[in-house]
T-cell receptor, first 115, second 115 residues
Framework: DVKVTQSSRYLVKRTGEKVFLECVQD?????MFWYRQDPGLGLRLIYFSYDVKMKEKGDIPEGYSVSREKKERFSLILESASTNQTSMYLC??????????????FGEGSWLTVV | AQSVTQPDIHITVSEGASLELRCNYS??????LFWYVQSPGQGLQLLLK??????LVQGIKGFEAEFKRSQSSFNLRKPSVHWSDAAEYFCAVGGGTSGTYKYIFGTGTRLKVLA
């Protein structure tokens, strides 16, 4: 089975702190994603990476950055956390090569509260 | 523009009753379609997917979905709902030839099951 692991399930951080959310996948997937989930807004893509050291902005990248130094690991960074970044963060991964559709697999999510 | 619409934000059904969750999409290329389920506080789990072939797709937990190209729909069904099916359900499109990373999610339908 595909395993996408988010190391921190619940975090409470103070405004202005630097926050790291870590994600590891064990399926040798090329693509990795960070989504943010808020009630009534569904899933919104923050950043996407299709290869090591490669990244692309998603729909809501402001206030976030990412790092992909190894294929299996994709980190989301909040340089200076703000209260409006309180949310559920979901990491996901998928193959990149053009098979007959590439399924995206999700981690369990990280609940971040910024106070 | 590419989009996914889940017109029902909340649905309540009695245990043992049948269920249909609606999903309509707008997608320029051949759609690859997915349904995910999310239990409270958890990540998204894949229920089923449609890539090609038979338009009636079987998934896990007794769910099925039917792709109707003429109606741009991919509705999820279950003949008899169990209390454990209470969760939020997301329809998604993408991951195909038009953009390997472009997965678009609906805003979700929250299912409540009455005993």
């Amino acid at each position: 089975d595909v395993k996408v692991t988010q190391s921190s399930r619940y975090l409470v951080k103070r405004t202005g702190e630097k926050v790291f959310l870590e994600c590891v996948q064990d399926m040798d997937h090329e693509n990795m994603f960070w989504y943010r989930q808020d009630p009534g807004l569904g899933l919104r893509l923050i950043y996407f990476s299709y290869d090591v050291k490669m990244k692309e902005k998603g729909d809501i990248p402001e206030g976030y950055s990412v790092s992909r130094e190894k294929k299996e690991r994709f980190s989301l960074i909040l340089e200076s956390a703000s209260t409006n970044q309180t949310s559920m963060y979901l990491c996901a991964s998928s193959f990149r090569r053009q098979l007959s559709g590439n399924t995206i697999y999700f981690g369990e999510g990280s609940w971040l509260t910024v106070v | 523009a590419q989009s996914v619409t889940q017109p029902d934000i909340h649905i309540t059904v009695s245990e043992g009753a049948s269920l249909e969750l609606r999903c309509n999409y707008s997608y320029g290329a051949t759609p690859y379609l997915f349904w995910y389920v999310q239990s409270p506080g958890q990540g998204l789990q894949l229920l089923l997917k449609y890539f090609s072939g038979d338009t009636l797709v079987q998934g896990i937990k007794g769910f099925e979905a039917e792709f109707k190209r003429s109606q741009s729909s991919f509705n999820l069904r279950k003949p008899s709902v169990h209390w454990s099916d209470a969760a939020e359900y997301f329809c998604a499109v993408g991951g195909g030839t038009s953009g390997t990373y472009k997965y678009i999610f609906g805003t979700g339908t929250r299912l409540k099951v009455l005993a």
